[in-house]
């Protein structure tokens, strides 16, 4: 199942997904996709490329 952001409603990737609950909730159920999260913590888009990258890094278990 598809799962869309809760702000513009674009359909999200698993990083996108796994970013939002690694700098919001885990437990989240309800997303925003990497622009609408940038724009959330009023970052660019690549500050949040780069957390993605690194949390891959370090074997988080959230970006396979």
Known sequence: MACGCKRCGRILTRDEIGLYKRLVHRGA???LCLSCLA???QVPES???R???DFRAQGCTLFL
Do not use: R, S, T, V
Request: without cysteine; aromatic residues 16%; glycine residues 0%.
């Open 47 to 49: 500050a949040l490329l």
């Open 39 to 41: 724009e959330h913590f």
């Open 51 to 53: 957390k993605i990258e």
């Open 29 to 31: 159920e309800e997303f």
